[in-house]
Nanobody
Framework: QVQLVESGGGLVQAGGSLSLSCAAS????????MGWFRQAPGKERDVVAA????????YYADSVKGRFTISRDNVKKTVYLQMNNLKPEDTAVYYC?????????????????WGQGTQVTVSS
């Protein structure tokens, strides 16, 4: 079993930066891909970024390419999301997700484990 705990959310002005962390417990972390999703009020939960177990492959939603960077540290069992040049439309609850497969996934149903979410609010 894997437990995921996100941290690092908060309130930031447009153009600012935030760094999210997701600490994992459980053996599966080091062998599975990880992802970040977000859900804005009244909208579906969508993928933001994903990373393979080795960190060698990454995926980004078009809306965040060039602004967000996903990374992972398998020794620390932590995955990160560095968010730069934030926009008001980035406001959402951000969720960390894990899967047992080594290859990354871009769909919500690809993932087996979920964190509780952390709020990110970007003011204009």
């Amino acid at each position: 079993q894997v437990q995921l705990v996100e941290s690092g959310g908060g309130l930031v002005q447009a153009g600012g930066s935030l760094s999210l962390s997701c600490a994992a417990s459980g053996r599966t972390f080091s062998t599975g891909a990880m992802g970040w999703f977000r859900q804005a009020p009244g909208k579906e939960r969508d993928v933001v970024a994903a990373i393979s177990w080795s960190g060698g492959s990454t995926y980004y939603a078009d809306s965040v390419k060039g602004r967000f960077t996903i990374s992972r540290d398998n020794v620390k069992k932590t995955v990160y999301l560095q968010m730069n040049n934030l926009k008001p439309e980035d406001t959402a609850v951000y969720y960390c997700a894990g899967r047992t497969e080594v290859s990354l996934g871009s769909r919500e149903r690809d993932y087996n484990y979920w964190g509780q979410g952390t709020q990110v609010t970007v003011s204009s």
